[in-house]
């Protein structure tokens, strides 16, 4: 198989997906961020779909997959919106879209790169204790801008799989167009009774060979009358 080949990146871009969701899925259940884990498992799975169809010439599983990378871009796309907060999207305010109301907060928000976390428990008397979520500082990078990497490249990985999907499907069904699998190429096959019709009107021509200048046929007629 040519690696040059749209088929072969395809399955390259597919290897690559498996891996950046397989990644994302780890980080989203450390931190218990459910509805990323859920959207990263089905990207595992109809990734495989377009694995499998592309590398055993499956027009429909790359189309499944074809239709998941339409809903997978999106969702990438509102993802980031919701991290850098665009319009009237709120991180605060709608987090519980993301981790169905358990107050669970992204892994990287409190581990990143060069993080430090000081906790800020306040003990008023022996019965009554309060707690607020930890002060992060000295971070590299904030954990919104890594939430958002990470989307921004399941979304580039996404729109080439998707072109690459359109492309590879198209050739797959220009071959079973002009490719005939019953036998169509042999006019003398059981698989084609019209063929048969046309081979048996067909007559049959004597074949003269010469061979160093001889006519074989006129040699055969001087042994006869010898």
């Known amino acids: ?68 990378l339409v809903l997978w871009i999106g969702w990438n796309i509102f993802y980031i919106c919701l991290y850098l907060e665009v319009g009237t999207l709120s991180l605060e305010e709608n987090s519980n879209i993301l981790n169905f109301n358990t107050g669970s907060e ?47 490249v399941q979304i580039l990985l996404g729109i080439l799989g998707f072109i690459l999907a359109i492309i590879v499907i198209y050739k797959f069904n220009e071959e079973e167009d002009s490719f005939d699998f019953i036998g169509g190429f042999d006019s003398y096959s059981a698989y084609n009774p019209a063929a048969n019709v046309k081979g048996q009107s067909l007559q049959m021509h004597p074949i003269y060979i010469t061979k160093f200048g001889l006519d074989l046929d006129s040699l055969r007629v001087s042994d006869t009358m010898a």
Not at 127 to 152: K, M, N, Q, R
Request: aromatic residues 18%; glycine residues 6%; contains cysteine.
């Open 106 to 152: 992204s892994w990287w928000k409190t581990n990143g790169f060069g993080c430090e976390t000081q906790e800020n428990n306040t003990v008023k008397s022996f019965d009554e204790y309060t707690s607020t979520p930890p002060e992060v500082t000295g971070c590299l990078l904030d954990y919104v801008y890594i939430e958002t990497i990470h989307a921004a």
């Open 1 to 68: 198989m040519d690696c040059c080949t749209s088929r072969c990146t395809l399955i390259s871009i597919c290897a690559l997906q498996l891996l950046a969701s397989t990644e994302k899925l780890v980080f989203d259940f450390v931190g218990y961020m459910w509805t990323p884990i859920i959207g990263n498992f089905l990207s595992i799975i109809f990734t495989l779909f377009g694995l499998f169809g592309c590398y055993q010439y499956r027009p429909k599983f790359l189309a499944v997959y074809f239709v998941w």
